[in-house]
């Protein structure tokens, strides 16, 4: 367990579908009137450790945030037959709410809110609330393209984590390069080799893109049309994955749905945190008052 300014941090882990999923769990501080959970959910290529920040100020307003490295990702096992489909994480997602004594919201990233938006769709009753964080049933070719190409640019992995800080700068040039290399060893690990490669599956590539694989347009419509909770769409302005025509389709889809806007791209809770916790949180608090 580890200190995050007055709150803590504990590891966790969870049964998916035949692989076990690791996370992270913060919780208010003794005494905080508890609120509810909420789940936080990824995008591909990343791991829990995205959310710090924002489990963090959840935690500080009285909820219980729980962060998962998806199957193929950070600390949770590889598939053992390759399959990242949506389908199966729809499946590690469903088992991980019913171990959970009440029902959380969702918060997902990209990838972690296409999971988010099927399993809803497709399970009503599943979550309290959504929260898509730049992603929408509609994406841009040109935008997912980029993802991919940055996932799959070194499958010979780096020589040292300096090269890792000049890849991450290149796919986001408007972020400072990281000086500190130490945050950098969460996404990466080093192999007997020396080398540092990325800690995820490569397996994952092999799937048609990250936010639809296995899951056709259709079958994301028609999830989004069949959601009846609270919805919150924070899109970034520089986005290439999210078009605001994409954003105002989600809005036909779910027509109770709240969209913002922040000024960030695609990784919008990493380009700019505090202005993505203070959306999100006030999204709960209106969506979610007794």
Known sequence: MRKVRGVHAQRITFQGLGVRIVGD??????GQVPVGTVLLL???GQTRHSWRKSARRLAEQGWTAIAVDARGHGDSDWSPDGDYSMDALVADLRAIVSSL????????ASMGGMTS???EGEHSGLSRALVLVDIAPRTEPAGVKRILDFMSAAPDGFSTLSEVAEAVHAYNPHRERPTNFEGLKKNVRQ???GRWYWHWDPAFLKI???VQRAASDKRLHKAARRIEVPTLLVRGSNSDVVSPEGAEELRTLIPTAEIEEV??????????????????LGFLKRALRP
């Open 263 to 280: 000024v960030a791209g695609h990784m919008v809770a990493g380009d700019d945190n505090d202005v993505f916790a203070s959306q999100m």
């Open 25 to 30: 769990r913060w919780e208010p501080r003794t």
């Open 42 to 44: 990824h995008g591909g």
């Open 117 to 119: 938006l099927v399993a």
């Open 191 to 193: 192999r007997t080799n």
């Open 208 to 210: 048609r893109n990250e």
């Open 101 to 108: 004594p009440t029902r959380p919201v969702l918060v997902g």
